[in-house]
């Protein structure tokens, strides 16, 4: 599976940001899938593939994809994250689920440092507000 074209959409009063899903073991066309906002939050919306590759990685390997790719840089943190996720799905369903690589480029540093130079008071319900976000993904997991 392969993660491209990663963008911000505005449409009216929503903002989008907007990846392309290409499977490369499954027979299915390309996917478009996305994040939205109200337009009121598009600051707050980051245009990065982080939630893309988290909410791809079990239709991945659901669909016996051998690889994640992204063009996109990716927090070495998250690599580290989901090759744990992997090997726990792999042990949970009795090696159903194979570990698939992740081929990404990383970004230099762990995008979480920025909270550890708060001394430990970032909290995240301590914000003023979390703007509401949907979130679409639909990949049509068949049953097997």
Same mark, same amino acid.
Request: charged share 20%; aromatic share 10%; proline share 7%.
């Given at each position: 599976?392969?993660?491209?074209?990663? @963008?911000?959409?505005?449409?009216?009063?929503?903002?989008?940001?907007? $990846?392309?899903? @290409?499977?490369? =073991?499954?027979?299915?066309?390309a996917?478009?899938?996305?994040?939205?906002?109200e337009? $009121?939050? $598009?600051?707050?919306?980051?245009?990065?593939? @982080? *939630?893309?590759?988290?909410?791809?990685?079990?239709?991945?390997?659901?669909?016996?994809?051998?690889?994640?790719?992204? =063009? =996109?840089?990716?927090?070495?943190?998250?690599?580290?994250?989901?090759?744990?996720?992997?090997?726990?799905? @792999?042990?949970?369903?009795?090696? *159903?689920?194979?570990?698939? *690589?992740?081929? $990404?480029?990383?970004?230099?540093?762990?995008?979480?440092?920025?909270?550890?130079?708060?001394?430990?008071?970032?909290?995240?319900?301590?914000?003023?507000?979390?703007?509401?976000?949907?979130?679409?993904?639909?990949?049509?997991?068949?049953?097997?």
């Open positions: 599976m392969k993660l491209s074209h990663l @963008h911000l959409q505005k449409s009216g009063d929503l903002v989008r940001v907007v $990846a392309t899903v @290409h499977f490369e =073991e499954k027979n299915a066309p996917k478009e899938i996305f994040i939205e906002t337009a $009121a939050f $598009a600051d707050d919306l980051a245009n990065h593939p @982080h *939630a893309f590759a988290v909410g791809c990685l079990i239709p991945a390997l659901y669909f016996g994809e051998r690889r994640l790719a992204l =063009e =996109e840089a990716i927090c070495p943190r998250l690599k580290e994250g989901l090759e744990t996720v992997m090997a726990i799905m @792999h042990h949970w369903t009795a090696g *159903a689920f194979q570990p698939l *690589a992740l081929e $990404a480029p990383l970004l230099k540093s762990a995008l979480f440092a920025q909270f550890l130079a708060l001394d430990g008071k970032f909290n995240p319900q301590n914000t003023p507000c979390i703007p509401p976000v949907k979130f679409f993904i639909r990949l049509e997991l068949e049953q097997k």
